[in-house]
C-alpha cells in the first residue's frame, strides 16, 4: 500500500513518532522482568526499611536490586557514588567469571555485600547480595549513572547477577518472601507507624 502526504513535513512527522507512541495502550505491556521474572523480597531484619528485591528468572539468574521500599527509591535520594570495593581484599568489579560453570565467580553468602551506596545527603546503604551462589556480574553501568538504580531498579538499574547453585535454589527461592507476603509487612509496618 502507497501512502501519499500532503507535504513533507506531514510524512517526516510520521517517520519520527517514536513506536511505543503509536500504539494505544502500549504502556499497559510487561516489561521484560515482569514477564520472565518471578520477584521474590528480602526485608531488612534491622527494621530501617532497606529492603532488597531478588528477582529469579526460570534458568536460575537472579537480578539483585533494591525493593521500592528502600529509602533511597522510597526517598528519591541524590546517588553520590556506588562503591564496589566492599574490604580491603574484595572488589566486586574485579569478579572474573569464565565457562558454563562461572568459573573464578566470587562465592556469595545471604549477608554478603555487593556494595555500598553513599547518597548525597550522607547517608550510606550497603546493597547484600540476599542469596547463596555465585556473582556472575556487577552493574557496572551504574558506576557512570548512578540514576539508573532509581530510575530503572528492576531493569537497567540492577546492582548485581547471581547464580544459586543448582541443588538449593528453589529452597533460596522460599526462604524470601512473596509479593503478597511483602504487601502484608509494609501494610503491618505502616499501621505500626500511624
Request: aromatic share 8%; with cysteine.
Amino acid at each position: 500500500m502507497h501512502y501519499q502526504y500532503s507535504n513533507m513535513a506531514e510524512a517526516h512527522n510520521i517517520s519520527t513518532i517514536p513506536i511505543e507512541d503509536s500504539i494505544e495502550g502500549f504502556d499497559m505491556f510487561q516489561s521484560v522482568t515482569q514477564r520472565y521474572y518471578t520477584p521474590r523480597y528480602c526485608v531488612d531484619e534491622r527494621g530501617k526499611g532497606e529492603d532488597h528485591l531478588v528477582l529469579f528468572h526460570s534458568n536460575r539468574i537472579c537480578l539483585i536490586t533494591l525493593a521500592a521500599s528502600h529509602p533511597i527509591l522510597k526517598e528519591k535520594k541524590d546517588i553520590g557514588k556506588i562503591n564496589f570495593q566492599v574490604s580491603a581484599n574484595v572488589d566486586r568489579l574485579k569478579n572474573k567469571v569464565s565457562g558454563k560453570g562461572k568459573h573464578g565467580a566470587q562465592f556469595l553468602h545471604p549477608n554478603s555485600p555487593l556494595c555500598y551506596i553513599e547518597c548525597l545527603d550522607g547517608s550510606t546503604y550497603t546493597v547484600r547480595s540476599c542469596i547463596q551462589g555465585k556473582l556472575v556480574e556487577i552493574n557496572d553501568a551504574l558506576i557512570e549513572n548512578p540514576k539508573l538504580l532509581i530510575e530503572k531498579p528492576d531493569a537497567e538499574g540492577y546492582v548485581a547477577i547471581v547464580l544459586p547453585g543448582i541443588n538449593n535454589s528453589n529452597q533460596q527461592k522460599q526462604k524470601l518472601l512473596t509479593v503478597e507476603e511483602y504487601n502484608e509487612i509494609l501494610e503491618k509496618q505502616s499501621t505500626l507507624y500511624d
